[in-house]
């Protein structure tokens, strides 16, 4: 059964194992007002049918979510209803609508949760692609946090790195670097539940869904709320929410919009001004080597 009522993503039902597609290849599957109230639809509609017991995330196109949309002020109103997460808005709905209670909704999420990972899933996409319970990546997927390098912000919607990692040094290098995670390095590093072949792909995650959904739906919901129950403990919402109020407040502070404006003036992505920032460290190490 599939709904077509959406416009950014597809739902698809398949008896106990429910899908939501991210489905704007055209646009590298970017994360948009619409993408994001979409998916919250779609997750309400998997949680309310008592026969869905687990939800596959997986994208059409090249890759998983190229993060959010980046666009010029004269775009803006067509991916978001405000220029972003400014600090005055911190509090106000379209704010943490945005960037903070699809976060919370994706972890809270009551039953298992899949993200079947394939090509880029960069920026705000790691959220989709990391947050999940189940994570399994092709050979050829990649994960990176471009923001802090390459737009000035402290990560996407909210940090959910040091949960992801539970290791400071790998979040510390992970975003102040905004290295590339090949899909092996990532399941090395605890990112990735496993990595398969592209063509292994979806059979390895269908075959995963089915066995979860073997289960009793009690017994999923209670597994499920004990293991985020537990992180929840050691602090993690009192975490996504402050971290999404950190966001908004350096979107105001005059260094970082400068970095915006350059990024948004010379036409790049985060993403690219993370690499060419990278490659002028690495030249400027060499030129001072050869100088001495």
């Known amino acids: 059964m599939e709904d077509s009522g959406f416009e950014a993503i597809v739902y698809e039902k398949d008896g106990p194992i429910a899908r939501v597609v991210l489905n704007q290849p055209e646009r590298a599957n970017i994360q948009t007002a619409r993408q994001v109230e979409e998916m919250e639809a779609a997750l309400s509609l998997a949680e309310d049918d008592d026969e869905v017991k687990v939800v596959v995330l997986k994208a059409n196109g090249k890759g998983f979510c190229a993060g959010h949309a980046i ?23 379209h704010h ?11 972890w809270e999420f009551p039953k298992v949760t899949i993200a079947q990972v394939h090509g880029y899933c960069v920026g705000g996409g790691t959220v989709y692609g990391l947050l999940t319970d189940l994570t399994v990546a092709s050979d050829d997927a990649y994960f990176q946090m471009p923001l802090p390098q390459g737009f000035g912000l402290p990560g996407a919607q909210t940090m959910i790195e040091p949960w992801v990692f539970m290791n400071f040094k790998r979040t510390a290098e992970y975003l102040f670097l905004a290295q590339t995670i090949p899909a092996q390095q990532a399941l090395e590093w605890g990112m990735v539940n496993r990595v398969v072949a592209r063509d292994q792909l979806e059979e390895t995650v269908e075959e995963m869904a089915r066995t979860v959904s073997q289960m009793p739906l009690t017994t999923i919901r209670a597994t499920k709320a004990g293991i985020k129950r537990a992180w929840e403990l050691m602090g993690l919402r009192s975490h996504f929410q402050q971290s999404a109020d950190l966001v908004a407040l350096c979107t105001q502070a005059n260094d970082v919009r400068q970095l915006m404006a350059q990024t948004q003036m010379e036409g790049r992505r985060p993403r690219q001004t993370a690499a060419v920032r990278s490659e002028a460290a690495k030249d400027q190490g060499t030129s001072e080597a050869g100088g001495d």
Do not use: H, K
């Not at 666009?71 to 709905?93: C, I």
């Not at 943490?96 to 994706?106: E, I, K, S, V």
């Open 71 to 93: 666009v010029g002020a004269d775009q803006m109103s067509e991916v978001y209803p405000t220029q972003g997460p400014t600090f005055e808005r911190t509090w106000q709905r």
């Open 96 to 106: 943490y609508g945005l960037f903070l209670w699809p976060p919370l909704r994706l």
